[in-house]
Nanobody
Framework: QVQLVESGGGLVQAGGSLRLSCAAS??????MGWFRQAPGKEREFVAG????????DYADSVKGRFTISRDNAKNTVYLQMNSLKPEDTAVYYC????????????????WGQGTQVTVSS
C-alpha cells in the first residue's frame, strides 16, 4: 500500500506559477506521474517521471511550461507549473506505479487525493 499526498494547489492569475508537491509513503521507489481532471472532463495525463528522475514525459498541452522532478531522499515528486493558463484549471492528482508505462498510459495503481489548481483569466 502506497499513500500519496498532494499539496501546493491554489488560485493564481493567468501567466503565474505554482509548484505542486506529492509526498509518498513507504521505502519503495515508484515511477510517478501527475494527472488532472478539469470540470466536466475526464482525467488526463500531465507528466510522468521514472524512478531515477532521468526519464520524463509530458502531455503536449503542458510541454515547455511544466516540469516534473523528484527528490527520492524525501520521497517527494514535484510539478513546477509556469505560464499557467485558464485551461490548466483542474484537480491535480499524483499517481504512482511500479511500471513507468502504466504511469504514462494513464493506468497507475496508486493515487493521491488531489489538489485544486485554479487559474483566473
Amino acid at each position: 500500500q502506497v499513500q500519496l499526498v498532494e499539496s501546493g494547489g491554489g488560485l493564481v492569475q493567468a501567466g503565474g506559477s505554482l509548484r505542486l508537491s506529492c509526498a509518498a509513503s513507504g521505502r519503495r521507489t515508484f515511477s510517478m506521474g501527475w494527472f488532472r481532471q478539469a470540470p466536466g472532463k475526464e482525467r488526463e495525463f500531465v507528466a510522468g517521471v521514472g524512478r531515477s528522475g532521468v526519464i520524463t514525459d509530458y502531455a503536449d498541452s503542458v510541454k515547455g511550461r511544466f516540469t516534473i522532478s523528484r527528490d527520492n531522499a524525501k520521497n517527494t515528486v514535484y510539478l513546477q507549473m509556469n505560464s499557467l493558463k485558464p485551461e490548466d484549471t483542474a484537480v491535480y492528482y499524483c499517481a504512482a506505479d511500479a511500471a513507468y508505462i502504466r504511469v504514462v498510459n494513464g493506468g497507475p495503481e496508486y493515487w493521491g487525493q488531489g489538489t485544486q489548481v485554479t487559474v483566473s483569466s
